[in-house]
């Protein structure tokens, strides 16, 4: 009997070795010591970029896309499906800088990882560097982990980009840097190599780059009018999935979007039509992010046409939409800085520009370079000067005849709007006047607002006159009872409006004295 006891338990184990892998909550000490596989779902990796799963697993082919997962073990491998040559980046704990680099050798495969860790927890993100199309499709499958055992997924940082670029934003032949190289080689392309990704990366951001060599907006190099951007922006992977699956900008929602298009539109000599289809390419991306702020970035390689997507810009801001941007990228200056291969930028290129539009996205948003999204300010915050009071949500203490362009109040203030009592922007000379509100914004969002109390206007009609000083009056005898901003605006010098602060007021509407 106590043979066949031993038996069955030498098959339990042999049994629970090659499922490989717990069931959610079950002790996993006994697998400690055993390399555990685990297919790869939605449900144990986070996906970056515009990636899909199906029967090959998680499907990542545009440049930049992949995943994360964590484990506590040693190491971990990943067999991945792809083309010879395809590359991919491995980032360890992170990390900024790859740990390693991957060069799919076959087909079909299975590659290291990390491995010799401490036995403790570990992320591991994979990155696709080459680009959809020219530089293969990527699917991953299967998760090894050595010695250990996979942990929930990794969160992801809540500040997100989507780049829509062309094989400036892939990073087409960065890794040369003398120009030497006039055609395609899927080994001097990396994508964390170009400004998209830099720029990201030192913002903190989770980021997407919707981006092919030869790509144009309307129109494609050469001249080609099919299989644009404009044809293909709205779908999951409409050159290497299908031409039907659209992808979900509602569940995958940007904070910016930065176009980075127009270098290869140059191929038509239709001016006309340029500006028509920069105006439809700017609508189509407004449509799909409604509340973010969009920026269009143009200039690296050339600036021909730069007036029409100036103009497509500038007409989206007459029409309403003032978080639309344009973004001049330097030229690139090949004597000074070498040059990539057939033409595009080097890296030094690339990470010039990269710098200048981190500076262009901090001064919009806040976001600090080397900064963490938990750094991130979304409340308003009077300068340190200020003498005015924030508490409860109203801001008091305004002087009177104070106009937006004088209203100086807040830490931040190119991101602060001021608000009429029905919820429209204040004219730059439009006078502040009690119950309006300032409110912190990023893009269409509304982060924070304040109500405001201006000393003296009482009746919130902008002015201080003998009406305000009656009401305040009234309230000083009990005949009215006034709250929140009307009653800061009235007490002048805090606490219960007396008949001081009525005369007060009525001397200053009748230049009596000149402050409040």
Known sequence: MKRILTILLCILLVTVAAIGGTAQGEDISMFTATDNNYTITQDNVTPHGRTYFNVRGINFNWSMSGFSFSFKGTGASLQIRSRSGVRFAVYLDGNLQPEKEISVKSLKATYTLAENLENAEHTVTIKKLTEIDWGGIAAADTITVFGGHLLPPPETSS??????????????????????????????QDASKSY????A????????LVAKSGIGFFCNNGGGLENTMKDAYEYTDYFCLDKTTKWDFSGHKSDIVVIALGDNDTSSQDSAAHLEGARYFLSLVRKNN??????????????????????????????????????????????EDGAGAAGHPSYTT???????????????????????????????????????????????????????SDADFFADDNRVVFLSTDGEALDESDMLYTGCTAARMFGARELDKCELSVKGDVDGDGRVSASDA?????????????AGAKLLSASLSGGDVTATDALKILQFSVGKTATI
Request: net charge negative.
């Open 159 to 188: 500040r997100t980009i989507e780049f829509i670029g062309d094989s400036v934003t892939a990073a087409y032949g960065v890794l040369i840097s003398d120009g030497s190289i006039d055609n395609y080689r899927i080994e001097d």
């Open 196 to 199: 998209s990704s830099i720029t």
């Open 201 to 208: 990366m030192s913002l903190g951001c989770e980021f997407s």
């Open 290 to 335: 409604p509340e973010s702020i969009i920026i269009w970035a143009y200039g690296m390689c050339t600036t021909g046409y730069d007036n029409n997507i100036k103009q497509a810009v500038k007409e989206a801001n007459d029409a309403g939409d003032k978080n639309v941007y344009y973004f001049a990228f330097d030229i690139m200056n090949p004597s």
């Open 350 to 404: 690339q990470k010039k520009n990269a710098d200048k539009l981190t500076a262009f996205i901090t001064d919009l948003t806040g976001w600090q370079k080397g900064s963490k999204p938990g750094d991130d300010t979304s409340i308003l915050t009077l300068k340190n000067d200020s003498i005015l009071t924030l508490e409860n949500g109203i801001l008091s203490n305004i002087a009177p005849n104070t106009t937006v």
């Open 470 to 482: 009656l009401l305040a009056l009234q309230s000083a005898v009990g005949k009215i009872r006034l």
